[in-house]
C-alpha cells in the first residue's frame, strides 16, 4: 500500500515538472552555449596575450610537479597543492591546501604545449563561458521555467546567468591562470545541481550515481565547493517540496562523498584544519588582533563584499594588511554590516513562502560566502576578490528577480526587463573590459593596484619589487635612476606598514645597493642597511653584499657599521647574539686584529653557552 501511494506521489511530482518546465531543445541549447563562449570571449579577449603573474608560479610556472607533464599527476594528487612549488609541505595557511584538478589541468597543457600562457589564458576564458551557460540552464530547470524560445531573454535564469558573465568582480578569477580553481569549482557545482534536480524530476538512478561524482570533482577543484552539501538540498526543499525521498537520496549521496574527500585529504594532507593560523602577517591578516578586533573587521570586509557585488568599484587584486583597516564595533560601518545582514536573513525568511526565487538566491549568497569569510576557518588574508566568485551568482539572481519585479509593475514589462537588463549588462561589461588589462603584467597589475591599495604592504612591496625588475631589464642609464628613484618610496613604506615585512626589507636592501653603485654613497647605503639588519637580520642579501663590500669600501666606515649593529643593536638591545656573530665573522674577516670585535665575539658565544674556540 505505502509502496503504491510512492508511486503514485512521483508520478504526480513528474507531472507537475512536465506541466511548469519545458526543456530546451539540443539546437537551442547549442546556439546558447554560442552567445556565452562568444561573450565570454569579448569580454576578455585582451588576456590572450598575457602573460603569467602572482601566485601563477606557486601553481604552474614554477611547480615542478605540473612542469613534468603527465608523469606528475600522480604526484599532484598525492600532494599539498603548494608542495610542487616549495619542494615540501609548508603548511602557510590554516588547513593548508587541496585542489588538484586545475593543478592536474595545467599538467595536460605543459605535456601538449609546454609552458604557453596563451593556451592557459584561452582554456580560463572557455571554461568561465561554459560555467555561466552550465549556471544558465542549471537556474532554468531549478526555476521551473517554461517560457518560449523566443522569450528566454526575459527569464530570471538567463538574465542572472548573464549578469553573472559580465560581473567585474570575476576578472581576477579569470584574467588569472590561478583563478581556474575557482572557474572549476563552480562548474561542477553547479553541474551537480543540476544533476541533482534533474534526478529529482525524473527519477533516473544514472543522474543520482552522477550527483556525488561531480561534486567530488567540485571539491578537488577548491574546497568552497562544500557549502553546496547545503546549496543543493535546500534548493529542492524549496522547489521540490513534495520530494522528500529524492531529497534524502541527493543529501546522502553528497553526504558520503563529503566524508570520503575529508578523509582522504586528511591522509594526504595529515588534518583537516591543522593547528594554530600562520605567525606570519602576509598569511593571517589578523595576527596581532584582539577578537574584538577581528570580528568587527570580517564584518567590515563582508560590507565590502555586498558593496563589491553590487557596485564593483574600485576593484584590485590587494586586501592585505592594511589596505583593509584594523576595525573595532565601535566604527559605523562594522554595525551597518551587521543590520544589512540581519536584513537580508530577514527577507530571506519572509520571502520564503511567496517569492521562493528571492529567497533562495539570498540563501545561496550566504551559505557560498560562509566559507570564505573568516568566520568558519582562516582564509590567510582579509578578503579577495576571488574568494565571492561563487556567491556572487547569488547577487546576480538577487539583481535578476529586482529587474523583473520592477519591470512587472509596469504596461510594457517586457520592454522595461530589456532596458533595466541591457543599461546593468552594458555597465558591468564596460567595467570588465576596462579592468582585464591590469593583468598584463606584474607591473600593470601592481600599478594598477597601488591606486586602490595604497595602504597595503604587500602592494607597496610588490610595486617596488616590479619597478626594480623593470630597472634590471633595460639599459638606459637615466631611466633605471628614474626606475630606482621611483621604487624606493614604495619599499620604504611597506616596511612602515608592516615594519617586520621581509619582502619590503629585501627590496630596501636592493634597491640601496644598486643605488650605491651610482651615488657611491657608502654612509647613505650602511644607513640603510642598518635599518633592515635591525628589523630583519635574516635578509640573505645583507651579508652578501656586505662579503662583497669587505675589501672595497672602506674599511674605517664599514667598521663603525658592524660594531654599531652588533654590539649596539643586535646584542646590547635585542639580545640576538646569534645573528650578531654572522655579521661580527664578517667584521673579523675584514679586520682580523681588532680588539672589539674579538670581545665582542667571545661576549656573543658566551651568551649562547658556546665555546668561542
Known amino acids: 500500500m505505502k509502496k503504491t501511494k510512492t508511486k503514485e506521489s512521483t508520478k504526480i511530482q513528474k507531472a507537475k515538472v512536465k506541466q511548469a518546465y519545458s526543456p530546451l531543445g539540443i539546437k537551442a541549447k547549442m546556439h546558447l552555449l554560442g552567445v556565452f563562449l562568444l561573450l565570454s570571449f569579448c569580454l576578455y579577449f585582451q588576456s ?21 607533464g603527465f608523469s606528475g599527476i600522480g604526484k599532484i594528487l598525492t600532494t599539498e597543492s603548494f608542495q610542487g612549488y616549495f619542494g615540501k609541505q609548508m603548511d602557510l595557511v590554516q588547513g593548508a591546501r587541496y585542489r588538484p584538478l586545475s593543478l592536474v589541468s595545467f599538467s595536460i597543457e605543459h605535456e601538449l604545449a609546454g609552458l604557453s600562457s596563451g593556451l592557459s589564458h584561452f582554456l580560463n576564458v572557455l571554461f568561465y563561458g561554459l560555467a555561466a551557460f552550465i549556471c544558465f540552464i542549471t537556474l532554468r530547470r531549478l526555476f521551473n521555467e517554461k517560457s518560449a524560445d523566443k522569450k528566454l531573454i526575459y527569464s530570471i535564469s538567463f538574465i542572472s546567468a548573464l549578469i553573472f558573465l559580465v560581473h567585474p568582480i570575476h576578472v581576477e578569477a579569470v584574467a588569472n591562470v590561478k583563478g581556474r580553481d575557482e572557474i572549476l569549482a563552480l562548474l561542477f557545482s553547479m553541474l551537480t545541481l543540476w544533476a541533482a534536480l534533474k534526478y529529482t524530476d525524473t527519477r533516473k538512478v544514472l543522474l543520482l550515481i552522477m550527483v556525488p561524482i561531480l561534486y567530488l570533482l567540485g571539491m578537488l577543484s577548491k574546497e568552497n565547493t562544500i557549502t553546496f552539501l547545503a546549496i543543493i538540498p535546500a534548493a529542492i526543499i524549496v522547489f521540490r517540496k513534495h520530494a522528500r525521498a529524492a531529497n534524502m537520496k541527493v543529501f546522502f549521496s553528497l553526504l558520503i562523498s563529503t566524508i ?84 537580508l536573513v530577514g527577507l530571506m525568511i519572509v520571502s520564503y513562502k511567496r517569492r521562493k526565487k528571492l529567497s533562495y538566491a539570498i540563501f545561496f549568497y550566504i551559505a557560498a560566502m560562509s566559507i570564505v569569510s573568516n568566520l568558519v576557518i582562516s582564509i590567510g588574508t582579509f578578503m579577495n576578490e576571488r574568494f565571492a566568485f561563487v556567491a556572487s551568482l547569488g ?95 614604495y619599499a620604504k613604506k611597506a616596511v612602515a606598514i608592516h615594519p617586520s615585512y621581509y619582502n619590503g626589507h629585501l627590496m630596501s636592501c636592493g634597491i640601496a ?37 669587505n675589501g672595497r669600501a672602506d674599511k674605517a666606515t664599514l667598521m663603525a657599521y658592524y660594531k654599531d649593529i652588533c654590539i649596539n643593536g643586535l646584542m646590547n638591545q635585542q639580545r640576538k647574539y646569534s645573528w650578531a656573530l654572522k655579521f661580527l665573522k664578517l667584521a673579523s674577516a675584514l679586520d682580523p686584529n681588532d680588539a672589539e670585535i674579538r670581545q665582542a665575539i667571545r661576549t656573543a658565544y658566551s651568551a649562547l653557552g658556546q665555546n668561542p674556540n
Open 513 to 549: 645597493a644598486e643605488r650605491y653603485k651610482y651615488d657611491r654613497d657608502l654612509d647613505k647605503l650602511l644607513a640603510e642597511f642598518k635599518q633592515v639588519t635591525l628589523a630583519r637580520p635574516d635578509v640573505e642579501f645583507l651579508q652578501t653584499y656586505l662579503d662583497y663590500l
Open 48 to 68: 590572450l596575450s598575457f602573460g603569467y603573474v602572482l601566485d601563477d608560479k606557486l601553481v604552474y610556472t614554477e611547480n615542478t610537479y605540473v612542469k613534468e
Open 260 to 343: 570520503a574527500y575529508l578523509v582522504y585529504r586528511n591522509y594526504i594532507i595529515g588534518y583537516l584544519l591543522g593547528g594554530e593560523p600562520s605567525n606570519d602577517l602576509m598569511n593571517n591578516s589578523f595576527l596581532g588582533m584582539s577578537s574584538l578586533q577581528k570580528y568587527a573587521t570580517i564584518f567590515y570586509t563582508l560590507l565590502i563584499y555586498l558593496k563589491l557585488n553590487i557596485i564593483p568599484h574600485p576593484l584590485t587584486h590587494d586586501y592585505y594588511p592594511y589596505h583593509i583597516p584594523i576595525m573595532n564595533f565601535g566604527n559605523w560601518q562594522v554595525w551597518l554590516s551587521i543590520l544589512l545582514h540581519l536584513a
Open 395 to 489: 547577487i546576480c539572481m538577487i539583481l535578476a528577480y529586482l529587474i523583473k519585479a520592477v519591470a512587472k509593475k509596469t504596461s510594457q514589462p517586457h520592454r522595461l526587463t530589456l532596458v533595466l537588463a541591457g543599461l546593468l549588462l552594458f555597465l558591468y561589461g564596460f567595467k570588465t573590459m576596462t579592468r582585464v588589462p591590469a593583468w598584463e603584467s606584474e607591473l600593470t597589475l601592481n600599478q594598477a593596484a597601488i591606486k586602490v591599495s595604497k595602504n597595503s604592504a604587500r602592494a607597496n612591496s610588490f610595486m617596488a619589487t616590479a619597478l626594480f625588475n623593470k630597472y634590471k631589464n633595460i639599459s638606459d642609464a637615466t631611466e633605471k635612476k628614474r626606475l630606482l628613484a621611483e621604487a624606493q618610496p
